[in-house]
């Protein structure tokens, strides 16, 4: 059975439509410390019709340092793990028996994996892609049809979400003290 694809309507993935090719629509939107850049809370809005109204499904506290699902708050840092000094994959666990194995691939296909502990795919979030001759590509969303649980969905599409803006953050962060030393 093929992957479900999600479009994002925009490169803000924190600030963006989520369409799915079942008529379903999820919503981001982030909340900002107010006379500062700084995140508070990202929502991810339920899936709905296109047009109707919905609330927040799940929430990324970014000043807390939590992620909410289904009314359930539990702290980034117990839900995440790195193991290896020179590892990128990153370990999620929201349930005591699940792993989720989460790895960025720059270098072909800027694409975020969350693998199932038994090593199958769950889902890929293909980053903004930027080209020299067209149009940027918009980030595109593949989840699997073995995730059938809401709950589930929700916890990887924060666990995607905050990887990758935590990625784009440390990249921002080196291009500025890279920049910082060349205009010394």
């Known amino acids: 059975m093929p992957f479900t694809t999600f479009t994002f309507d925009c490169p803000k993935i924190l600030k963006s439509n989520i369409h799915c090719e079942d008529d379903l629509e999820y919503t ?17 809005g339920a899936p709905r019709p296109p047009g109707t109204p919905n609330g927040p499904a799940a929430i990324i506290d970014w000043a807390q340092g939590t992620f909410e699902v289904a009314g359930r708050t539990r702290r980034i840092d117990e839900l995440c793990a790195k193991r290896g000094t020179f590892s990128s994959t990153r370990y999620w666990s929201w349930f005591t028996a699940e792993e989720y194995r989460v790895k960025y691939e720059a270098e072909t296909a800027h694409t ?47 666990i995607l979400l905050y990887s990758e803006t935590k990625r784009r953050d440390r990249s921002l962060k080196k291009r500025m003290a890279n920049f910082a030393k060349l205009s010394c």
């Open 112 to 158: 975020w994996t969350v693998y199932a502990y038994d090593g199958t795919v769950l889902a890929m979030l293909t980053t903004r892609i930027h080209h020299f001759f067209h149009d940027d590509s918009l980030p595109l969303l593949r989840i699997s049809p073995s995730v059938t649980d809401d709950r589930e969905l929700q916890f990887i599409l924060l």
């Open 28 to 44: 981001t939107s982030t909340v900002n410390q107010p006379s500062s850049r700084s995140r508070q809370t990202t929502s991810l």
